[in-house]
């Protein structure tokens, strides 16, 4: 997304909660704009693909086969030493810089491929498993493993024996929006059921 953009809040419809926000994204009339560009037929590939439509559908889907246990030998990567792992790692964090990265000419930007990911809305999480013990940790440093229910029991079905996973702890609505309220009353409620980990 290059150039300025305009957020403009909805009214909800008189059916609708009151709660609940709508969004617009508008793209300003600037030089990354261009009025002319059929954004379809420039791009018609998908973003998580980069795939054709006429691709997708010519395409047969091979039978599926069951997955292979993945078996990881770290000892055998090259420069790998054997080490305590480490008592507590920062989350992976955006980084805020001036401009994105790229050409500085607005025509050439439309042409550069950009990929997005889901900002979910919820806690960070880092999971710690070491020997079948696992403990979840905020971004804070707080362990709260027991306030996230049974979600800890999840992780005791990993391949692994050691790991550290970064990730956001939300509930989704029933459009499978992550919305900080519910996670907030499903902790409050010990609904510990309803909540999901995305890493």
Known sequence: LNGGW????????????????NWLLFKERDLAADAKLDILEARPESVKSGRRIEELVATPR?????????????GGLPGAVKAQAPARI?????TQVPKPPGSEHPAEKTRETWLHEIKFDGYRTMAHLADGAVKLITR???????????????????PCRDAI???????????????????????????????????
């Not at 305009?6 to 926000?21: F, H, I, T, V, Y």
Request: glycine share 8%; no cysteine.
């Open 165 to 199: 996973i970064d990730g956001e702890i939300v509930v989704l609505d029933a459009k499978g929006i992550s919305r900080f309220a519910l996670l907030q009353d499903a902790l409050a409620e010990g609904a510990g059921n309803k909540l999901h980990f995305y890493a």
């Open 90 to 94: 920062e989350p992976q964090l955006a």
């Open 6 to 21: 305009m957020l403009a809040r909805l009214k909800p419809k008189p059916s609708e909660d009151e709660g609940k926000k």
């Open 62 to 74: 091979p039978a599926a086969r069951p997955a292979k246990p993945v078996v990881l030998k770290p």
């Open 140 to 158: 804070a440093g707080l362990d709260w493993t027991k306030r996230y229910g049974d979600l800890p029991h999840a992780f005791a079905r990993l």
